[in-house]
């Protein structure tokens, strides 16, 4: 069974750091590139980075350029998220997702909250 858990949400003040993981279970994680996606309260989601499966190509929106960093562990089968410079409007539920086939994975998120 594919799983998906992410973990290290949580409440940060302006200017914070947090880093967010996400666990994989059930597939080749070496196979498939990783995203991030984040969906803020009331609005829908989000891409906010995508690791290809080696983790040697990466790719941010830009509201996060230079703010967050993703990365992955293979051996580990976890890819993370950076998070820096944490702002208010980064409040929202983070999710990391794969495509496999048709279907698109997803985890259950974690919540960060960024308030002072």
């Known amino acids: 069974e594919v799983q998906l858990v992410e973990s290290g949400g949580g409440l940060v003040q302006p200017g914070g750091s947090l880093r967010l993981s996400c666990a994989a279970s059930?597939?080749?994680?070496?196979?498939?590139?990783m995203r991030w996606v984040r969906q803020a309260p009331g609005k829908g989601l989000e891409w906010i980075s995508t690791?290809?499966?080696?983790?040697?190509?990466?790719s941010y929106v830009d509201s996060v350029k230079g703010q967050f960093t993703v990365s992955r562990d293979n051996a580990k089968k976890t890819v993370y998220l950076q998070m820096n410079s944490l702002k208010a409007e980064d409040t929202a539920v983070y999710y990391c997702?794969?495509?496999?086939?048709?279907?698109?994975?997803r985890g259950q998120g974690t919540q960060v909250t960024v308030s002072s």
């Open positions: 997702t794969f495509q496999q086939g048709v279907v698109t994975r």
């Open positions: 059930g597939y080749i994680f070496s196979n498939y590139g």
């Open positions: 690791i290809d499966r080696s983790g040697g190509s990466t």
